[in-house]
């Protein structure tokens, strides 16, 4: 019986939350003595051995004390329970949809840089990118309320991956606390119209939007200003710990 080669993570980062003040009282947050999700990850160009830190408020009678602030870069490389970054999952979507490509093509045209079996990707195409790409508002809008009145609102977490390096791209809105996926799909273009259409769900909530964190997208930045006006709109910077 042949033995499976062991993984070799190429490097290992500790995610910190980018989020450094408590969005209820202002006061520094803490980091928590455990880690979240602490696990190695295949990208399409890397092996990562990653986990995150949450933190807290320090005051027990802050509602924020019941926020574990995660961090968004940590959570946007590979959905939870998996251990294929969202590059891999998004590069077989896209094959499979634009291509056509059968999962045995699919395989051999990953298998230089994935370790992966042909049902795996299998796999990842119907139980992790089709769920992904349904994912609806609608569907979660009870989990989101009970967090959002747990914690006092939500922290909306927005990225995108574009499998062909331009357009599309895929976006994504997450709650970061839970990480839920909101919504995702693909943008055909990437300017403030489609950022605004897309992020248009997020208008009538009966619950604060306490953060909405992002990267510095130039069509993004201004559709947040246009469809969540109120909303203390941060930039993610990556902000973990190698070692
Ligand atoms: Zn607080």
Redesign the pocket.
Known sequence: MRTPKQLYAHERMIYHPEILT?P????LLVPCNYLAWDKTVQMLDRVVSVARRPSR?P?AT????RLRLLSAEGQRLAPAGSTYGYDVVVHIGWGRQESHATYREMHAELASRVRISVSHVGYLSQQVYEPLLACHERQHRDRLAQIAKQQGGVIVALDGLAPQGGEPQIGFIRELSSGVTWRSGWLCQQDPPTFEAFLEPLTPLDWPILVVLSDKHTGLVPAVATVLPHSRHQFCQAHYLRN
């Open positions: 408590c209820h009282c202002g006061d408020c005051h802050c509602v924020g004390s």
